[in-house]
């Protein structure tokens, strides 16, 4: 081994705990604070450790600001976003994918240029439209608009994953007798898992994070998305209450890593078990 080795392989260690203090610093300070007193907190010159525990914070969230209820809603809303841009994303992509023809162009211009198009110049048609088919006010009308929203990107993806399947595999499984749906569904999903796994944690985390859509198409207090909730935690004056909110931003961020977590280990094996039956 040259010296030149360890050297570098010591620089690369310390730049990547760097980068990790980096991204992790504003997370520990965000639960930090959410354990401090509000007195505490709004004291200048605060310290980074509290000095005195407290659970108060959670407290007012969950039961002054109903932070698990808005949270139930947006997992409602964005599981069911994600699993319907997937069902929908899946057999286009793979049209588009395997049949090049004249529409291919069309759809590719699309998706491409859904992605530069400004939200705000079609949510007063959006609401109306909604409005009118009665999903004003509800979940379904948000879940057809986040639908929509991620859809362009994960059929983009989607055609990307089914792309790089060999060809050959569909010519053996159609030589064996099977049709277009048992290509797709048995042989095709297995061998992109973990494409539908990164896609639909993107659904996901489309529409577990998404505050515009939200505030404007739901005005029912039961109905609203935990990001709109937490834009809600003002006082009387208008001044951010810190505590409670902190707090209520802890809890908005734990199922996204819970769930990154268990995905994370099903993109691994979907990696492995898509090499085995390639």
Partial sequence: MTPQRPIARFLM??????????????????????????????????????????????????????????????????VASSLLTLAIATPAAYVLARRPGGVNKPVVGWILLSQTFPVIL???????????????????????????????????????????VPVEIEHAAAMDGANH????????????????????????????NEFFFALVLLKSPELQTIQV?????????GLARWGPLAAGSVLATIPTLI????????????????GVKG
């Fill in 13 to 78: 260690t310390v730049a990547l705990w760097t980068f990790v203090f980096f991204l992790a610093f504003p997370l520990v300070w965000l639960v930090l604070t959410s354990l401090k007193p509000s007195a505490e907190i709004m004291r200048s010159g605060a310290q980074f450790w509290p000095e005195t525990f407290t659970l108060e914070n959670f407290r007012n969230a969950i039961l002054q600001e109903r932070i698990l209820q808005t949270a139930f809603n947006t997992f409602r809303v964005a």
């Fill in 181 to 208: 749906f048992q290509i797709l569904t048995r042989v095709l999903i297995p061998l992109i898992l973990p494409g539908l796994v990164a896609t639909g944690l993107y659904g996901f985390i489309n529409a577990w």
């Fill in 229 to 237: 909730n937490l834009a809600r935690f003002r006082g009387v004056e």
């Fill in 259 to 274: 769930l990154f977590g268990f995905l994370q280990k099903g993109l691994v094996s979907g990696l492995h078990s898509g």
């Fill in 122 to 164: 079609i949510i007063v048609p959006l609401f109306t439209i909604l409005a009118r088919a009665g999903l004003g006010n509800t979940h379904l009308g948000l879940v057809l608009v986040y639908t929509v929203w991620s859809l362009p990107f994960v059929l983009w993806m989607l055609r990307g994953y089914i792309r790089n």
